[in-house]
């Protein structure tokens, strides 16, 4: 017994490698996306109206758990900046007299610049944006109601929304993405794995045919090494 496994040594450290990159991998990946559901997203604000409606859209945005708030400024081209620096992923330009522009009928544009390079963070803040902009519109509209028309609160706010829905996830109610993706990346991993193995095992049986057996010798940081060469 103890003659086949020195007979086979040098198939020890290729195996070794084999489980600990697998395993490494898996863990990384795991610590890496143990958050499940994206939050705390870095965001700016560029707010050139400071009307009480944007600072009530600032407040949303602000007790959303999606969003984290790292910088205010007055100036556009912060947001571009701010993205090619890799600190925020999200920026919000609320334009000039936006609250005047709206209670005129102007239809006013918030601008949503979203990082490119960060796809999963521009689809879950959408997502959350969308909600945000929704609520803020209906109690917009209700008021409009309730000072033009003279309609009561609920009655108001059945004109507005006259249809309500509910929905319920099933299987992934976090909505998390991030599930989707680990299995492809363990997989993906434990190839590379395998193909550094067999990298391995044919060099040194190269070796072994060609120097003699005295190559089953090396030591562990000399496959390392040979290993981190490859």
């Known amino acids: 017994m103890k003659e086949t496994i020195l007979k086979f040594k040098y198939m020890i450290t290729p195996i070794l490698m084999l489980f600990i990159i697998g395993i490494g991998g898996a863990i990384v990946l795991a ?11 870095p965001t700016i604000i560029v707010d050139h109206d400071n009307s009480l409606l944007s600072q009530s859209f600032v407040r949303e945005l602000r007790t959303n758990s999606t969003f984290n708030i790292v910088a205010y400024s007055q100036i556009d081209n912060d947001v571009k900046d701010l993205i090619d620096k890799g600190d925020i992923a999200v920026g919000f330009i609320i334009p000039k007299n936006f609250s005047k522009d709206l209670t005129d009928g102007k239809n ?16 879950s803040s959408k997502t959350k944006i969308a909600q ?3 609520t803020i519109k209906s109690a917009y509209l209700i008021n409009v109601a309730e000072d033009q028309l003279g309609l ?7 004109y ?12 992934n109610p976090t909505q998390n993405m991030f599930n989707f993706f680990i299995p492809g990346f363990s997989i993906n991993t434990i190839q590379v794995g395998m193909i550094i193995v067999v990298i391995l095992l044919i ?14 010798w090396l030591d562990f940081w000399d496959q390392l090494v040979f290993l981190l060469y490859l």
Do not use: C, W
């Not at 610590?31 to 997203?41: G, N, P, R, T, V």
């Not at 006013?108 to 999963?120: C, H």
């Open 152 to 158: 009561m609160p609920e009655v108001a706010k059945n």
């Open 108 to 123: 006013p544009n918030i601008m949503v610049v979203y990082d490119g390079a960060q796809m999963a963070m521009t689809a």
């Open 203 to 216: 060099k040194k049986v190269i070796a072994i045919k060609k120097y003699g057996l005295k190559v089953l």
């Open 31 to 41: 610590l890496e996306f143990s958050a499940h559901s994206l939050s705390q997203i």
């Open 160 to 171: 507005i929304n006259p249809i309500g829905y509910n929905y319920r996830l099933i299987g």
């Open 132 to 134: 945000i902009l929704g």
